[in-house]
């Protein structure tokens, strides 16, 4: 089936480690975004990237990294100057613009 | 992007339509109203979206007033499994493709 992987489900860091999320879509899509959810709120914008080779910060990139070397995978670094990695990450994709962002089920981050 | 504002919850009988309501009143012309779920611990899920006219699909419908200040999204026979936190978002054409999700609204669909 087509649709948005997204590894591990749990993960967990030491303090002052780096860690990877890993995102991968088979819907052949253009875009694709990270977001980050806390408890109780919204999500919020990391990365996105609108084709291979080429990504823009959201609102809150400071902390994390990105690359988007293939258009089926969009892997996400949460370096150790992010200060409160603990949460919900997102990865989506479209097609393009105004057309429906699809999401995977998510990595949750927890600081050991 | 315009504001959204939701009721924080709502409770439905299973079998019975679920209608949940919006306010933009900010809304502009080029904003199209979206419309994601999340149940608990999973990612958002796509339900439906539009511009001006209603509209329909397989999970639901989208009603949009004529001056496009307010929708309802309409669940017509609701079961447990569509309990979850409904968002609605509108997102102006260019905007970065940057979805906003506010806090939502909490649906509980009861036995």
């Known amino acids: 089936d087509g649709g948005i992987t997204q590894s591990p489900k749990y993960l967990f860091r030491k303090e002052g480690q780096n860690v990877t999320l890993s995102c991968e879509q088979n819907?052949?899509?253009?875009?694709m975004y990270w977001y980050r959810q806390d408890p109780g709120q919204g999500l919020r914008l990391i990365y996105y990237?609108?084709?291979?080779?080429?990504?823009q910060k959201g609102d809150i990139a400071e902390g994390y990294s990105v690359s988007r070397e293939k258009k089926e995978s969009f892997p996400l670094t949460v370096t150790s100057a992010q200060k409160n990695p603990t949460a919900f990450y997102l990865c989506?994709?479209?097609?393009?613009?105004?057309?429906?962002?699809?999401f995977g089920d998510g990595t949750r981050l927890s600081i050991l | 992007d315009a504001k959204t504002t939701q009721p924080p919850s709502m409770d439905c009988a299973e079998g019975r339509a679920a209608n949940l309501p919006c306010n933009h009143s900010?809304?502009?012309?080029?904003?199209?109203v979206y419309w994601y779920r999340q149940i608990h611990s999973q990612g958002p899920q796509y339900i439906i979206h539009?511009?001006?006219n209603n509209e329909t699909n397989e999970m639901a419908s989208l009603i949009i007033t004529e001056d496009r200040k307010s929708s309802t999204l309409i669940l017509p026979h609701a079961t447990l499994r569509d309990t979850a936190v409904y968002y609605c978002?509108?997102?102006?054409?260019?905007?970065?493709?940057?979805?906003?999700f506010g806090k939502g609204t909490l649906l509980t669909v009861n036995p």
């Open positions: 989506a994709s479209s097609i393009g613009d105004n057309q429906p962002q699809h």
């Open positions: 819907l052949n899509h253009d875009a």
């Open positions: 990237s609108h084709i291979v080779n080429d990504f």
């Open positions: 900010t809304i502009s012309g080029n904003e199209y």
């Open positions: 539009g511009l001006k």
């Open positions: 978002i509108v997102r102006v054409s260019g905007s970065n493709y940057k979805l906003t």
